[in-house]
């Protein structure tokens, strides 16, 4: 049985590159490294999910847009994406969740 390293696929992706692009670039490596096609349910579709947080990617955003790619940045630390199916009308059982920044709140006199 392989060790769940054996699975990890690194990549060096550029910040403006799609989350739906760089989903497909994952598809392609895994099939080039594993001669194994993804086969999503129709119900569903992929999206990315930050290892260790509550966070989603999806859509035609560019990485540089979320906020963890912007603190990995900061930090120099590696990122940890998993790829996983949601259901394709997820927005009506909000999945994933949407967490909104507060506004600032002035400081005190």
Known sequence: MKAEEDYVIRFKESLVTSTKEFIKNILRKV?????????????????LKADGY??????????????????????????????????????DRRFPPIFKMPQEV????
């Not at 099939?31 to 999206?47: A, D, G, P, T």
């Not at 912007?70 to 790829?83: D, Q």
């Not at 002035?106 to 006199?109: E, G, H, K, R, V």
Request: charged share 30%.
């Open 106 to 109: 002035p400081p005190a006199n």
């Open 54 to 91: 509550r966070e989603y990617f999806e859509g035609n955003y560019q990485l540089l847009q979320y906020e963890r790619v912007r603190t990995c940045l900061r930090k120099n630390e590696p990122m940890k994406l998993i790829l996983t199916e949601i259901p394709k009308n997820y927005r």
């Open 31 to 47: 099939y080039e490294n594993y001669k194994m096609k993804i086969k999503v349910k129709s119900s569903c579709n992929l999206i």
